[in-house]
Structures are given as C-alpha cells and as structure tokens.
C-alpha cells in the first residue's frame, strides 16, 4: 500500500510522518493534549498510538472522517484477493530467490540431517550458529532427552485452561509435563492425562478480593497485606514442593515463586501470561489500562510501576523464604532482571499484535485452545432453542461473565433480560453470577426469564460460539479468544484487571464493543450493533479467520525449544549455598550482564546484548526483527520503522 503523508503541529516544530494506511487500526475522537484544543487519536498496529491536535472541531472531524473513509478502501483492498501488478512482480522474485536460497543451502547442508549431535557439539563450544533456513526442522532445537517440565499457575478457571492445552502438546511431543496449581483443578488436570502437584489457594477467595477491591487499588493493597500474608507463605513452600525434580520451570508470573525456585534449582526458566506483562510502548500494563489512552511514556511507565509495586510489597516475605526454604541469598529486582526472562504470551498476534520494543525473548504465540466441545452434545432443548432462533431468521447472541461474581445479581438479571427484549435478539444466558448470591440468600426469586432467553450453566465455548452471531462477556483472556475465534462482534463488559485490556483491545480492531456500564440502554443498543453492523461482522469474521490459522500450542513449544539455551545463559551460577548462616561468596558478576536499571533501554533501542542465540532466533522466527532496528527517539521513525516493520 503507498505510504500516505500526515503532518502534524509539534508546538515550535514541523514533524512529517509516514504512516501506511494498513497498519492504522482505527481512530478516535478525544480531547487534545493542550487545553480546549480537540484531539485525534491514531491507533496503530503494534506500536504506541499517536496523538494530534487540531484548532477547531470541524477540522478534526473533517480528518477524521477522511482518514476512515481511505481506511474502507483500503480495507476492502486488501480483502481482495487478486494481486496488483506491482504486487506480483514482488512475490514473482521473493519466489526466485527463495529457491535459489534453497538450492544453495542443500549444497552446503546436505550432511547436516545425518549428525545432528554436530550441532550440540557446537552448542556446547559456544560457537555461534545462525539459523537462517526457513524450512529447519524444530527437531534441530529440540532437546535430545525428554524434560520433566512443571506449569505453575493459579487464578482461575482461564489461568489453568491454557496449560492443559500446551501440556496435552508436550505430552504428544514426548516430555513430561506436570501442572501445579491450585486442588481444585486435580481432577480436570489429570483427566487430560496430565500429572498435577498442589500448589495453595482457594481460586473463588482470590477472584473476590480482585473483583471486589479492583486491581491493585489501595483497598485490594491493604486487603492482600493484611489477609494474604499467611497464604502467601504456603503459596511459596508448596510451590517449591510442587516444582522439585523439574528440568524446566514455565510459570505465570502472578504465582510469584517460580523465578526463584528455579534458581534454587539451577534450571531454565519460562513465563507464560494471558495478559500483558512486558515493558513496552505499544499497551499498557494489563492492570493499569486508562480510560483514555495516555500514550507510550505512560504505557511504559506503567509496567515499571507494577514491577516496583508487587516487589516492594512481597520482598520480605520472598527473601525469608529464600533465605529458610531454599538456601538463597536475598535478592532484589535489578538481580532478578525479569525482563530477561523469555516469555510466551498465549494470546493471539493478530489482537495483540506483537510490538516493535518487545525483545528477541517476548513470544507471542497465539492462544493455546483446549477444545472441549469435539466430544460435547448439546442438550436437546439447547438445540431446539438455537434452531428454532434460526427458523425464526432472529439475531442469536450469548450473555454470560465466566467466573465474575458481582454484587447485585438480581439487578444485572433484570438489565440483561431487558436488554435482550429490548434489542429484540435470543439469548443463550450463562447465569454464572447468581451462583454466589443464591447460596447466600436463596429465598430472593429469581428473575423470570422470557421466551427468548435460554439459561445454560456452561457449555464448550469451541462449540457454543460457532452457533451465535455476538457475544457478550466480562472480557477474560481465554473467553476473548474463544469469541474472537467463531469471527463473532465481542461485547465486553469488563469487571476487573486485564479486562479492560481486552475492552479495549477489541474495540481498537473494529470487532467489539467496550461496554462500560450495564444499563438497559446502553446494552441493548450495544447488542443492536454488533447484531447488525456490517462492518463490526466483516472485521470480526475476518479476524476470526486469522486465528483459526495459527497454532498457539505448536508454537509455543518450538519457541521453547529455541529459546532454551538462551534460558540456561541466564541460570545464576551458586557456587556457594547458604549454610549454618555461613559466609556466603558473592557470585553477583557470575550472571549480571547488563547494568542496573538500563535493560528497558537496551530492550527498547534494539541492540540485545546476548548475541547469541537471541539472533538465531531472529533470523528464524516469525516475529523476526527484534534486534533489527536502530535508535527510536523521534515520533517520525518510529512511524518509518512501523512501516517497515509490516510492511
Ligand atoms: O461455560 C464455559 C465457560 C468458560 N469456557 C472457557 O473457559 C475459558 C475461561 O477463560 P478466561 O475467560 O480466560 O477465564 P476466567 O477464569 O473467566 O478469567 C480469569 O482468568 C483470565 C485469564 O488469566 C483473566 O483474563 C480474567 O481476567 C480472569 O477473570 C475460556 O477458554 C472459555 O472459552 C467454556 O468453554 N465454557
Ligand atoms: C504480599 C502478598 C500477600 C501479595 C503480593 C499478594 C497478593 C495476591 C493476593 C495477588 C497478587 C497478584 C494477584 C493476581 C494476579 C493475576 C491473576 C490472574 C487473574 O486471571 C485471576 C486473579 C489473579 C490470580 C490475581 C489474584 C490475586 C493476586 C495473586
């Protein structure tokens, strides 16, 4: 797509920008950065939004309605699939030189498939090795001896799913792996034939102090600080029990003890998170996201924010615990260097499209589905109500909030059912809310239901979301992906934390709705548009494509494949343990390779100092191009770079 020009009014300055129209996702109407000025808004693909102020309104407007429109064409362009002259003429020689590439590699590699122990050899001469052949086997990085590989996780429901999926991979693919979490789940887990370890916490007691509190508000602070104190200690030695004898430790960050653990164990280390959780420009932290963008500066600094935040406040029940349980000294943030840690995001690229700041290590590699809706029927007056919806040719939409529980049940019922009549569609309603409430008070009625709407306790997503035409959910990470994948408008309605990312998220690309308040009004209107907008259906469906293409668990399995030597560069050596309160060497400069404080920056500025094997993977991977560009200091080439990126 030709690049189009924007200027914008930098005060004292002239800033030329170059944004390809393909990577703008959408626009939105705010106020300006200076005061009574109106402002634009630019979402752009994997990379921090842009702002722009205007002297009056018409002329904003004006732009506005400019850009969408160029937007639609180009949109509908690309749906095309007939190739422009220009365009074949590019693909014709990346063809040819593909396989004059090929031909040169076979010659030069053809003994390579016969000793494969030839590239361990040199794995563990330290020679560098650039993988740049895109047809190489995993089985080059694959490891020769199956690992003993634990999960450790724990939340809810949509913290545990994801594992079980990624472990039923590593299980066909011949490792061993174990799921640590919460008892709750020991059932579920081993009914898919994988092994389960305890770990402390009760996931309902958890959800309540978030949903109730908010994310890391003082009062959810104060809360943890003074109720959790307890379990936290048990969260941390069960965690230890539950990971021992493992060759590799894959943890979400929000169980806290696995960083260390692994280097009591002196074992590579992964994290893995639905949300989130890496410094970048392009979002913000999933518990920070701000009810008007903010831009990069603030995305940025929201991630430092919450690192300091939960450090400082678990610190000194860590570093006792470090000091009793596995004979470690304290430690501190700037020795963690948890940026350091390669992680796998199991979200989609194509909604959280990966950002230029991400480092080498930072996979995001699509969600990691569990389908459970292949063997599932539906009950027969299930059936009977969504055919007879589509007998009827009425608009079918499925209600429900995943695990949430709030505090007036019965009132968001009633705002549901009216909502539904008054947007005249049939509702498939997952009830999960009342479940809290009815046991406290079971004597309150419940809301009648009408006709048109059918209650359900639960159903495979993978099966219930091919049958309706929108969704609408509190947002949760695992939930998003399953509507996003049936290509169905998602109105979320979020509750607490990563939520309002995934609000947000969808409603910068074009298929959902961002509810901020359930009312009658406003979610009828809500369920009105994403029954009957075009444009919100073509995008969502569009995208749903996309994501029934990838495979998030296949991926994230080669990713740690590669990515596994590069997590032994960062066991910290420990020489000395603590004994009998003994001296203790200082094995510090054994594994700090980079200064204090300035990772962020060299993450961002692209030069990483692990030369190798982080540029193996760079020439390998699909998210390529980490290390690639120069300096970014100025909007302009940031936008340049964007282009290239993409383009
Ligand atoms: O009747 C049901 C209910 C759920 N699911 C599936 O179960 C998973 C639930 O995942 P998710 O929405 O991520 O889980 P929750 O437990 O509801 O959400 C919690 O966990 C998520 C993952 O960390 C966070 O994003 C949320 O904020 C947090 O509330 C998804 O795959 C759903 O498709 C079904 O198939 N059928
Ligand atoms: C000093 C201790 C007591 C402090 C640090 C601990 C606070 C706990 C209660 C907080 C810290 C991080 C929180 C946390 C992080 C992320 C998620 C994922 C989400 O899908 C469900 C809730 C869950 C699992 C919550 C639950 C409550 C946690 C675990």
New binding site residues.
């Given amino acids: 797509m030709p690049p189009h020009p924007l200027a914008s009014l930098l005060y004292g300055t002239r800033t030329k920008m170059v944004i390809p129209f393909k990577n703008i996702l959408n626009l939105e109407k705010e106020k300006g950065f200076r005061w009574g000025y109106p402002g634009m808004v630019v979402v752009i693909r994997g990379h921090e939004e842009l702002f722009f102020d205007f002297s009056s309104n018409g002329l904003r407007d004006d732009c506005v309605v400019t850009v969408l429109r160029t937007l639609e064409a180009v949109r509908a362009l690309q749906e095309s699939v007939i190739l422009t002259p220009h365009e074949k003429k590019d693909a014709d020689a990346a063809a040819a030189e593909n396989q004059l590439l090929s031909g040169v590699r076979e010659d030069l590699h053809a003994d390579r498939d016969a000793d494969p122990s030839e590239i361990l050899s040199r794995i563990e001469s330290g020679t560098p090795m650039i993988f740049d052949d895109p047809n190489a086997s995993i089985l080059d990085f694959k490891p020769t001896k199956a690992m003993r590989i634990t999960c450790l996780t724990i939340?809810?429901?949509?913290?545990i799913?994801p594992y079980i999926a990624l472990c039923k991979g590593l299980l066909a693919d011949g490792q061993h792996p174990r799921i640590a979490t919460h008892r709750e789940f020991q059932g579920w887990v081993e009914k898919h034939g994988i092994e389960f370890a305890p770990v402390e916490g009760d996931p309902a007691e958890l959800?309540r102090v978030c949903v109730e509190n908010g994310m890391f508000t003082p009062r959810f602070l104060y809360q943890a600080t003074s109720q959790f104190r307890d379990w936290f200690d048990g969260l941390l030695t069960s965690s230890y029990e539950a990971c021992k004898g493992s060759d590799l430790i894959i943890e979400s960050p929000s169980a806290m003890a696995g960083i260390h653990i692994a280097e009591a164990l002196s074992i590579p280390y992964f994290r893995a998170f639905?949300?989130p959780w890496t410094r970048t420009r392009a979002y913000p932290h999933a518990f920070a996201v701000p009810s008007h963008k903010q831009g990069g500066a603030y995305n940025y600094m929201s991630y430092a924010f919450f690192d300091n935040l939960f450090w400082q406040i678990s610190a000194s029940q860590i570093n006792s615990w470090r000091r009793k349980h596995l004979g470690l000294k304290p430690t501190s943030l700037e020795k963690l260097q948890p940026n350091k840690v390669p992680f796998l995001y199991n979200f989609s690229p194509s909604v959280v499209v990966p950002p230029l700041d991400f480092s080498d290590w930072v996979r995001v590699t699509g969600y990691w589905?569990?389908d459970?809706g292949t063997a599932w029927t539906p009950p027969a007056d299930l059936q009977a109500f969504i055919d007879k919806a589509r007998a009827d040719k009425q608009k079918l939409v499925y209600i429900?909030f995943?695990?949430?529980t709030v505090s007036d049940p019965r009132e968001l019922t009633q705002h549901v059912v009216d909502a539904v009549l008054k947007a005249d569609v049939r509702c498939i309603l997952?009830k999960g809310w009342s479940d809290h409430f009815d046991k406290k008070d079971a004597s309150v009625p419940e809301v009648p239901l009408p006709p048109s709407v059918f209650q359900i306790r639960?159903?495979?997503?993978?099966w219930?979301f091919k049958q309706i035409d929108a969704a609408v959910?509190?947002?949760?990470?695992?939930?998003?992906?399953?509507s996003l994948r049936a290509g169905v408008p998602t109105i979320i309605k979020p509750f607490?934390?990563?939520?309002y990312f995934?609000a947000t998220r969808v409603e910068d690309l074009g298929v959902g709705i961002h509810l901020r308040k359930i009312t009658v009004n406003a979610l009828g209107k809500a369920l009105w548009i994403a029954t009957h907008d075009d444009r919100m259906w073509g995008k969502a469906r569009l995208l749903g494509e996309q994501i029934r293409n990838e495979d998030g668990v296949a991926t994230a399995i080669t990713a740690v494949y590669r990515d596994l030597d590069y997590a032994r560069t960062l066991i910290k050596k420990r020489e000395v343990k603590i004994e009998g309160g003994g001296e203790v060497e200082d094995t510090e400069e054994a594994w700090t390779f980079v200064e204090n404080d300035s990772d962020g920056d060299v993450a961002r500025l692209g030069e990483p100092e692990v030369v190798w094997p982080a540029s193996s993977s760079r020439a390998q991977g699909s998210w390529g191009g980490g290390g690639a560009y120069g300096k970014r200091t100025s909007l302009g080439s940031m936008v340049l770079r964007g282009g290239q990126r993409t383009g």
Avoid at 155 to 159: A, E, H, K, Q, V
Avoid at 458 to 462: E, I, L, R, T
Avoid at 473 to 482: D, I, S
Avoid at 496 to 499: A, I, K, L, N
């Fill in positions: 939340g809810s429901r949509g913290d799913q959800m639905t949300m589905f569990l459970e429900g995943g695990s949430v997952s639960s159903a495979p997503h993978d219930l959910h509190h947002g949760g990470a695992g939930t998003t992906g399953a607490f934390g990563d939520q995934f």
